[in-house]
């Protein structure tokens, strides 16, 4: 029987956080470090989504260059992982079988809040990788139900990584911060109230952000937010370990949460305020 898999949230940052973002790198490589060696990952990014859920069959997953105005170093890069049709077909059967419809495409690659990540997490790009799409306007209690779902694949071998952003307002960014720069007041604000809510185990408050003190601020629109509640839908309350890189570009907090693996969750968190 395959080891019982963690659940991970990053926050990917911009799309050049590999060339800008060193800390939220270092994460990532660390956070894979601790996970145990999945036979597929299923990524759920804030760059996918359909009218209903949808996962690729591709067998060679191209890789998406979804953005514009970075550095063209951005755009030689690719991350030719194979594809998991089965294990697409397996997520379709999962949802359908709870009463969510759900698609599959032919041939959908990677955007790049799953290859910027997984490009640092599996740099060898040997484990099958599909994405699902977040559900278009469905709200984020859907998100988490989807989520909950999901839980059995990690008893199967299965990385389920989501990927967005703990706060996600262009207005808060400073396209000319460096690094040691202090973080904007109001997005590392809204950051520790999700830690706070995660740890508490809070998820009426987690599903109800848009609700709380700087929660429609921190997000003008949910896309971004949305991967870290199927996270913690497919976590099923299981205790949690935080991380924290330093901002990007002032507004973007990155950070990141793995849950499962409980017995070395009590690692100290990474700081670096």
């Known amino acids: 029987m ?19 973002a060193p800390d939220a790198v270092a994460c990532w490589r660390e956070i894979a470090q601790r996970v145990p060696e999945p036979t597929g990952i299923l990524v759920v990014s804030a ?40 294990l697409a077909e397996r997520v379709v059967s999962l949802l359908s079988s709870a009463g969510m419809v ?34 278009r306007n469905r709200g984020a209690a859907t998100q988490f139900e989807l989520g909950k779902m999901l839980a059995p694949l990690r008893e199967e071998g299965i990385l389920i990584l989501a990927s967005g952003a703990i706060t996600h307002n262009f207005a808060w960014l400073d396209w000319h911060a460096e690094g040691d720069q202090a973080p904007f007041p109001k997005a590392l604000a809204f950051s ?24 429609s601020e921190s997000h003008p ?7 870290f509640l199927v996270a913690l839908g497919a976590a099923g309350g299981e205790a949690s370990q935080r991380y924290r890189p330093r901002f990007s570009y002032g507004g973007l907090s990155m950070d990141a949460y793995r849950w499962g693996n409980s017995a070395d969750v009590v690692l100290a968190e990474k700081i670096n305020d």
């Not at 520790?192 to 929660?215: H, M, N, Q």
Request: charged share 20%.
């Open 47 to 86: 760059h996918w989504e359909t009218r209903q859920p949808t996962v690729s069959l591709s067998g060679a997953p191209e890789t998406i260059h979804d953005f514009g105005g970075f550095s063209p170093v951005l755009h030689r890069m690719q991350y030719h992982a194979p594809g998991a049709p089965a």
């Open 102 to 135: 759900a698609d599959l495409h032919p041939s959908r690659g990677l955007d790049h809040g799953a290859w910027v990540p997984l490009s640092v997490m599996y740099p060898h790009a040997n484990v099958p990788v599909t994405q699902l799409s977040l559900a």
């Open 221 to 227: 629109t949910e896309e971004h937010f949305l991967p």
């Open 2 to 20: 395959s080891e019982r898999m963690p659940v991970i949230f990053v926050s990917h940052g911009a799309p050049d956080a590999l060339l800008k």
């Open 192 to 215: 520790e109230w999700v830690a706070e809510r995660v740890t508490e185990k809070d998820f009426s408050a987690l599903i109800e952000y848009r609700c709380a003190p700087l929660g």
